[in-house]
């Protein structure tokens, strides 16, 4: 799992994923599992409805963004891990049959004020789907280890879990008596 | 499907919900096909992670808060209709055997200003453990009719895409020959 640190990111880097279709069974049983409303379940009862046909969840285009984002080359060091959301948009319906791909920038890159270990770096991942329409919008916050530094780690090493959302151990990563490994 | 209108909704107004349990096996099988890293998929990957054990993809919890969100007695007419988030985040991890529940207060009304038939309201939805601890807030914008007038139907019949992601069409619900019918 080992990945990229903080000091790896910079604004401006971009990644991108492969596609994945969206199929008509998997959204109804998506929506009969978490959103079962009559346009995420049957197309008959979805023609007369905001959605004029059958419509993925929003919430299954955010878990089919997520596989996305885990398999795209942005892969931070310890995994891809959301402190939260500044925006979040859904502009377009995701249909059956639509073929969704990711297109992921870095917006900003910054050491935690209070974890010395960590930061965080601000990330506009925007879902397209095939005729390269934006379904949906999200600008996350990620949480980031820092590079560790031989011998810094006794520093802090107990859990800590940050008012602000940062939920992780103060030490992010054990590191081998030999110092810390990475693949960069 | 017929509910409450944007005119129903008041900001102070809460919802609550029943509680749903997380087990451990779905926290599994929904982290291999949306969210497959380790903190997700196995407990002893999961012990070195950031996450010091298996803990939920946020996805799933923001999956089950809609489900929960869809049995409350929120119901606006003709769904729950998103249009977006300005706030997102998840303060703690939802971990296995877990409760989760919903409160959801309406912090604002207002109508549309383009389309003259719908509205938005905002709602903070926290969802809380079994230990009232939060594990994830949003609030989120969700498209709402207005209460149909009779004979006020054919203003505007064309389907329309707004800007601002509030993709509906312009006549929301159809309404009977005899006028609108509700609930209320």
Known sequence: ?????LEDFAAGQTFRSGRVRIDTERIKTFGA???PQPFHLDEEAARDTIFRGLAASGWHTAAVTMRLLVESD???AGGIVGAGADEFRWPRPV????ELRIES?????RPSRSRPDQGLIKVRTTTLNQNDEAVQVI???LVVPRRPTPGGE???ASE??????ERVPSKYRRTTAAGPTNDH
Chains 1, 2 share one sequence.
């Open 74 to 76: 942005l892969k931070p």
């Open 105 to 109: 920038e870095v917006l900003e890159v």
């Open 160 to 165: 800590h879990v940050d008012p602000a959302g």
């Open 95 to 98: 249909r059956p049959g639509d």
């Open 1 to 5: 799992m080992i990945g990229r640190f």
């Open 154 to 156: 006794e520093a802090a």
């Open 33 to 35: 599992e978490f959103d």
């Open 139 to 141: 600008i996350a916050n």
